[in-house]
């Protein structure tokens, strides 16, 4: 089965920060999706991104693909209480079946 | 108007119970799924149901049942709930298999 695993697993930091969240997969990637969870809500489809090299933005965040390397990053600039939450990634596999990434715990200090 | 919905929010009940978590998205997304999410956040798919066909997580206990009367529903049924049946549930749709899910707001279950 398609594992993908995030790193790190939790991250504290100071309002104004810039961070990082990495997801990497144990097998090629059909596309890779971010989701954020506000603590005891749903998740938010945050973007997709399907070719290599292919990065997208959505406020302050930046997610990048590099399929050869089988990873993705979540960039956040200037981090805001607003931004904390879980961070998912997630991908399908060539089934018919999707799975998520184990998870990023943000929390931002203002 | 509220893309995947799941009733109840809440659920406590005793062990030895059954119980069903209902799931309804009216996006008319072709795939439904339902996901486990433990107490260390991380989620583990349980199934995934597309035009009947159902795909079944083999860790999953037959205790847990899918039920879909339509395309717009998939609802979970537990029986014999145990202990560590405690955790947040959530229903999830996408359009396939391939493109993004929608996820409902998620049922927490506690088994007292």
């Known amino acids: 089965s398609q594992e993908l695993e995030q790193s790190p697993q939790s991250l504290i930091v100071q309002e104004g920060k810039n961070l990082t969240i990495n997801c990497t997969s144990s097998?090629?990637?059909?596309?890779l999706y971010w989701y954020k969870q506000k603590y005891g809500e749903g998740l938010i489809f945050l973007m997709m991104?399907?070719?290599?090299?292919e990065e997208k933005s959505h406020e302050k965040i930046t997610a990048k693909l590099d399929e050869k390397k089988q990873q993705s990053s979540l960039h956040i600039t200037a981090s805001q209480p607003s931004h904390a939450g879980i961070y998912l990634c997630g991908a399908p596999n060539t089934g018919n079946q999707f799975y998520f990434g184990t998870g990023t715990s943000l929390t931002v200090i203002p | 108007d509220t893309a995947v919905s799941q009733t109840p929010k809440y659920l406590v009940t005793q062990m030895g119970n059954d119980k069903s978590i209902k799931c309804e998205q009216n996006?008319?997304?072709?795939?439904m799924y339902w996901y486990k999410q433990d107490s260390k956040k991380f989620l583990k798919i349980m199934f995934s149901y597309n035009n009947k066909e159902l795909i079944i997580n083999e860790t999953v206990p037959n205790r847990f049942s899918p039920k879909s009367p339509d395309k717009a529903h998939l609802n979970l049924h537990i029986n014999s709930l145990e202990l560590g049946d405690s955790a947040v549930y959530f229903c999830?749709?996408?359009?396939?298999?391939?493109?993004?899910?929608?996820f409902g707001n998620g049922t927490r279950l506690t088994v007292t």
């Open positions: 097998k090629t990637l059909y596309g």
């Open positions: 996006l008319g997304h072709d795939t």
């Open positions: 991104l399907q070719k290599g090299g």
């Open positions: 999830a749709s996408s359009q396939t298999s391939s493109t993004s899910l929608h």
